[in-house]
């Protein structure tokens, strides 16, 4: 099976020592994917444009996969406030609403106190489901 790593270029991945997203063969596992804005290392203060930009960096990492959104079969999001979950819906819905993956909702801390939300991904390519 082959493996590939993805970078988003975030000064994180390398701190840290991970990868944005990983292939094997036909999976993707993208990482916990935060609200930053890595071309300008910003985020947003509120929780609605935070999980907007996790669905596009997201989105970027898997399409840098050759993957899409579509190909999504699992998330999982961690908020640190879980009270807040439902004004994602909106977002989460306009990315997932015809995906429907499984998914799981987590209140933990996050490792930045302005990271409000942050989402996980695995897909697997289309076609490749026997």
Do not use: H
Not at 52 to 67: D, H, P, T, V, Y
Not at 70 to 81: E, G
Not at 97 to 126: C, F, N, W
């Amino acid at each position: 099976m082959t493996r590939r790593r993805i970078s988003s270029g975030s000064t994180f991945e390398e701190q840290i020592g991970y990868s944005r997203a990983v292939v094997a063969g036909d999976w993707v596992f993208v990482s916990g994917t935060t609200g930053f804005d890595y071309a300008t290392m910003t985020i947003a203060d509120d929780i609605v444009e935070q999980a907007e930009q996790c669905l596009k960096n997201i989105e970027s990492a898997l399409q840098q996969a050759g993957a899409g959104i579509a190909d999504v079969v699992r998330v999982t999001y961690v908020l640190p406030d879980g009270a807040d979950f439902e004004a994602c819906w909106p977002v989460l819905r306009k990315y997932f609403g015809t995906v429907r993956p499984a998914a799981m909702m987590i209140s933990a801390g996050l490792a930045d106190p302005r990271m409000k939300i942050e989402i996980e991904v695995t897909a697997l390519k289309q076609g490749a489901a026997g």
